[in-house]
């Protein structure tokens, strides 16, 4: 899981082999993505991290792979997960 740049909780679901975003509540707020091994299908998340560029990275146990997801140009804010915030060092 993790905690979204406007306080949201993303996380995989086993069931619909998608990404999916909660609100603090648990509300339902937005998902993506679909079971395959296409690239840009999900099978099995185990992991999933965001760089300071908002990129996403997603580890499968069943698909034996890590992806790497750039949002595009433009991209709706309310669906990307977070930018992590710069070191203080770079």
Do not use: C
């Amino acid at each position: 899981m993790l905690m979204g740049g406007d306080g949201s909780l993303w996380g995989s679901d086993a069931g619909t082999f998608a990404l999916v975003k909660w609100d603090l509540n648990g509300k339902f707020q937005y998902r993506w993505g679909f079971l395959g091994d296409a690239e840009g299908a999900l099978f099995a998340v185990h992991g999933m991290s965001v760089d300071q560029e908002g990129n996403l990275y997603v580890a499968e146990t069943s698909g034996g792979r890590a992806q790497k997801f750039r949002p595009k140009q433009g991209a709706d804010p309310a669906k990307l997960i977070a930018r992590l915030p710069t070191p203080a060092w770079q």
